[in-house]
């Protein structure tokens, strides 16, 4: 045996040194049970002069909980979801957590193996960003899982808190900003069928431009993959579905940057021959040539915001439902 190896420090060891049961010495660090103060205050001295530090497997065997938040996001390399990690992490670590994050890649399958893997850990709460699952599959989640807070996703029926961006609010705002440029023939990329965000700016382009007394054609809208690759991809298909087409507006700012690929390829010049906007405002949108306007989100306060409401249900200090929307605006920049 290596003499210099520490000898771990058990539970048994604490309650032989401070002359009480197992039992009591787990009511004391846990806060749990009917001891004496005095009690408490000894077995809690004993425990750190001694070194001992509780597993945190076994203390969630034993209460099917923990301090640890299962977050999952839908994409981690879109550059809009690891600053709303961010957020979440520096708030999850003001409270007392810690993170576990795990990544769909837009994968519903993936995305139901996760949650039930997350199921089997016992974890204090769940963060689940942009789920591209069905609303009956959210049902059963927030029904067998631990407090349940879907960000950008509402289901009615579902044991679940949710946070909203205003997509609506910020699709308005960038149409208007469009139509009153002059632009009669508007397309819009949309990403993923599921996306709660891309239904609600989808509504929001079809309202401005009924109340700009357009038409709206369903040539001028394509779903594409949310990236830069989806974004390419989309853009081909639309100018050789609309040719006519002199403004785009982007499910996000991965795909407006896509889109501005596609334009240079065919010879059209941004914003000169089609301006083009897109959503999120991520730090490659200001560097991209022409710099991309777009609609800004604050993704840090978003995140922290999350974990905070997340924390109230665990809490018991907030509702398990209900919803509350973080603001969108509008900014300008040279492709639009």
């Known amino acids: 045996m290596d003499r210099g190896a520490r000898k771990t420090i058990t539970i048994e060891d604490v309650a032989q040194e401070a002359g009480v049961s197992r039992q009591t010495v787990s009511r004391a660090i846990n806060g749990k049970g009917e ?22 497997i076994a203390r969630s065997l034993a209460t099917r909980s923990s301090r640890t938040i299962g977050l999952v996001m839908p994409d981690i390399a879109n550059p809009f979801f690891p600053e709303i990690a961010r957020g979440a992490g520096e708030a999850a670590y003001g409270l007392g957590y810690q993170l576990f994050l795990s990544n769909t890649a837009e994968d519903p399958e993936r995305e139901w193996s996760i949650l039930r893997s997350l199921e089997e850990q016992w974890v204090a709460g769940l963060i689940v960003c942009s789920s591209r699952l069905s609303d009956e599959q959210l049902i059963e989640v927030g029904r067998r899982q631990a407090p349940l807070l879907l960000f950008n996703r509402v289901v009615e029926g579902a044991d679940a808190a949710s946070l909203l961006v205003d997509d609506a609010g910020g699709a308005r705002a960038m149409m208007a900003h469009l139509l009153v440029a002059g632009h009669q023939e508007i397309g819009l990329l949309l990403g993923p069928t599921r996306s709660w965000s891309g239904m609600r700016r989808h509504e929001a382009y079809r309202a ?61 010049r941004v914003p000169d021959d089609c301006a083009i906007a897109g959503c999120d405002d991520i730090p490659l949108a200001a560097l991209a040539t022409p710099a991309l306007t777009t609609v800004k989100v604050d993704k840090t306060a978003t995140g922290r915001r999350a974990m905070e409401m997340l924390h109230g249900m665990i809490s018991g200090a907030e509702e398990h439902s209900g919803a509350e929307t973080m603001p969108a605006r509008l900014i300008v920049r040279e492709s639009a």
Do not use: K, W
Not at 222 to 228: F, Q
Not at 243 to 254: M, R, S
Not at 256 to 266: D, E, R, V, Y
């Open 35 to 56: 001891i004496s103060e005095a009690t408490r205050q000894r077995v809690l001295e004993v425990a750190d002069r001694l070194g001992y530090r509780p597993s945190r």
């Open 208 to 268: 401005m431009l009924e109340m700009a007394d357009i038409t709206a054609r369903e040539d001028h809208v394509v779903h594409g993959a949310p990236d830069v690759a989806g974004g390419r991809q989309a853009m081909e298909q639309l100018l050789e579905q609309a040719p006519g087409i002199t403004a785009i507006f982007a499910y996000n700012d991965l795909m407006a940057l896509g889109a501005m690929q596609a334009c240079q390829a065919a010879g059209r």
